[in-house]
């Protein structure tokens, strides 16, 4: 269950990676697709879409409220049985993170300050799932099961 939470935490890593790679590449092409005269209005979204870049911004829309947080949430839930040292703790910074950058994201497109806050969320989330990983690497675990046992021998 250990490898399972290591590679949950560091798939969550990935999956903020691309994130950021779909935002990059979607507003990439709204920037060429407006200097090239093009123009958005509530006209744009019927019909087919108006630059093929906007699927970056599809899919960073569908990983943010889908993927990633079901992933956080299986983190949450194998942590439980993992027994990785404060391995709950970490999962749950993960999972809250995953639930405020979601909020952030929603409520960005009406109070657009906050999408500030959804990029300085993201690379907190990327580094709490990150911590998580290497807090269950084999290394991390086995030196906390042998600074929890060393003292309790040394008294014996």
Not at 56 to 78: D, E, K, Q, S
Not at 113 to 131: D, K, M, Q
């Amino acid at each position: 269950m250990r490898i399972t939470y290591r590679v949950l935490a560091y798939t969550i890593c990935v999956l903020v990676a691309l994130q950021a790679a779909f935002h990059a590449w979607g507003s990439a092409g709204l920037g060429l697709y407006l200097s090239e005269g093009g123009v958005i209005d509530a006209s744009a979204q019927d019909g087919p879409p108006p630059f093929p870049e906007v699927i970056g911004l599809m899919l960073h829309g569908m990983n943010g409220m889908f993927v990633i947080p079901v992933v956080a949430l299986i983190l949450l839930i194998v942590s439980f049985f993992a027994k990785v040292p404060r391995g709950v703790t970490y999962a749950a910074i993960v999972f809250g993170l995953v639930l405020l950058q979601v909020t952030l994201g929603l409520l960005g497109h009406s109070i657009v300050l906050l999408g500030f806050f959804h990029g300085i969320n993201a690379l907190l989330l990327f580094t709490a799932a990150l911590l998580a990983g290497l807090n269950a690497s084999k290394r991390r675990v086995a030196e906390r099961a042998e600074a929890a046992t060393a003292p309790a021998s040394a008294s014996a």
